[in-house]
């Protein structure tokens, strides 16, 4: 039996966790003086509401060895092997922290950088938790999970890049993007980082690039699922997207929030899709 950890980054719901048996390990989120886990002890609506106060950015930080150790013995008390799949490692120290942990499991402990984040990586904890569950080995589950790593994104829309730029997650050149009147950045995660995507005249214009972005997307892979992520007040534009995109050949995975960590890169009035082939 393989049993699945991953990080809080994955914005997988409780439910989601529950039913697949993953163990999600919460990152941290330092704003205000205090250190707090994230998906559990603090909000993106905390860290807005506390930002349009005065407090100063929040920056954000990995779990320990020491916490991914803690889970990794307590799944090998029920499973042989686990397989450890987390964002990126050129967004994070995460996957580099886990792999420490790993060293002193006598190799039943596999860690896996996922290269993506928030439901990219989601969706590959899922896939690996239902690959395990149908008896499938490690070496076929990582094989799968790579094969979809090449060709999975995320693709959305901020407000403002000043929260990537701030916390280092984007160039300054890419930034001034933001700055032009009335025009959405189009950002990507693929390849394990954040990159310039394009950019749109309105919002209108920006949620009419993710949606044709997608169906090109189904056309070129096939089979394909999406995620629809946003951060809180994103939800109706989620919908709008959904019931476009209905009857396109793309696996509707439903609509999940950016946790706190996500969000306080993203900021406020982040929406977009991820997307992974079926096979």
Same mark, same amino acid.
């Given at each position: 039996? =393989?049993s +699945?950890?991953?990080d809080?980054?994955? @914005?997988?719901?409780?439910?989601?966790?529950?039913?697949?048996? =993953?163990?999600?390990?919460p !990152?941290?989120?330092?704003?205000g003086?205090?250190?707090?886990?994230d998906g559990?002890e603090?909000?993106?609506? @905390?860290?807005?509401?506390?930002? /349009?106060?005065?407090?100063?950015?929040?920056?954000?930080?990995?779990?320990?060895?020491a916490?991914? &150790?803690?889970?990794?013995?307590?799944?090998?008390?029920?499973?042989?092997?686990?397989?450890?799949?987390? =964002?990126? *490692?050129?967004?994070?120290?995460?996957?580099?922290?886990?792999?420490?942990?790993?060293?002193?499991?006598?190799?039943?402990?596999?860690?896996?950088?996922?290269?993506?984040?928030?439901?990219?990586? *989601?969706?590959?904890?899922?896939? &690996?938790?239902?690959?395990?569950?149908?008896?499938?080995?490690m070496?076929? +589950?990582?094989?799968?999970l790579?094969?979809?790593?090449?060709?999975?994104?995320?693709?959305f829309?901020?407000?403002?890049?000043?929260?990537?730029?701030?916390?280092g997650?984007?160039?300054?050149?890419?930034?001034?993007?933001? %700055?032009?009147?009335?025009?959405?950045?189009?950002?990507?995660?693929?390849? %394990? $980082?954040? @990159?310039?995507?394009? /950019?749109?005249?309105g919002?209108?214009?920006?949620?009419?690039?993710?949606?044709?972005?997608? /169906?090109?997307?189904?056309?070129?892979?096939?089979?394909?699922?999406?995620?629809? +992520?946003?951060? @809180?007040?994103?939800?109706?534009? !989620?919908?709008?997207?959904r019931?476009? !995109?209905?009857?396109?050949?793309?696996?509707?995975? %439903?609509?999940? $929030?950016?946790?706190?960590?996500?969000?306080?890169?993203?900021?406020? *009035?982040?929406?977009?899709?991820? !997307?992974?082939?079926?096979?």
């Open positions: 039996m =393989i +699945i950890v991953t809080s980054t994955s @914005d997988l719901t409780l439910e989601e966790q529950q039913q697949h048996a =993953i163990v999600s390990v !990152l941290y989120v330092l704003f003086g205090q250190m707090y886990k559990l603090i909000t993106p609506a @905390d860290i807005f509401k506390g930002l /349009r106060e005065g407090k100063k950015t929040p920056s954000t930080s990995q779990p320990s060895p916490e991914f &150790a803690q889970a990794y013995s307590r799944a090998l008390e029920t499973a042989d092997e686990v397989l450890s799949v987390h =964002i990126s *490692g050129q967004l994070s120290g995460t996957v580099g922290s886990a792999r420490l942990a790993a060293q002193d499991f006598g190799g039943k402990v596999t860690v896996l950088d996922s290269h993506t984040t928030a439901m990219g990586l *989601g969706m590959q904890a899922i896939r &690996a938790a239902q690959m395990g569950r149908e008896g499938r080995s070496a076929e +589950i990582v094989t799968a790579e094969r979809v790593q090449a060709n999975a994104v995320i693709r829309t901020v407000d403002t890049l000043d929260f990537l730029r701030m916390n997650r984007i160039g300054g050149a890419a930034a001034l993007l933001g %700055g032009l009147l009335n025009i959405k950045p189009i950002l990507a995660v693929r390849g %394990g $980082k954040v @990159d310039a995507a394009g /950019r749109a005249r919002a209108k214009k920006a949620q009419a690039d993710i949606v044709q972005f997608a /169906r090109d997307y189904a056309q070129q892979h096939g089979p394909v699922r999406a995620s629809f +992520i946003c951060t @809180d007040g994103g939800e109706a534009t !989620l919908e709008e997207m019931a476009t !995109l209905a009857g396109s050949g793309i696996e509707d995975f %439903g609509n999940h $929030k950016f946790g706190a960590v996500i969000a306080t890169h993203a900021g406020p *009035g982040t929406y977009g899709l991820a !997307l992974e082939p079926l096979n």
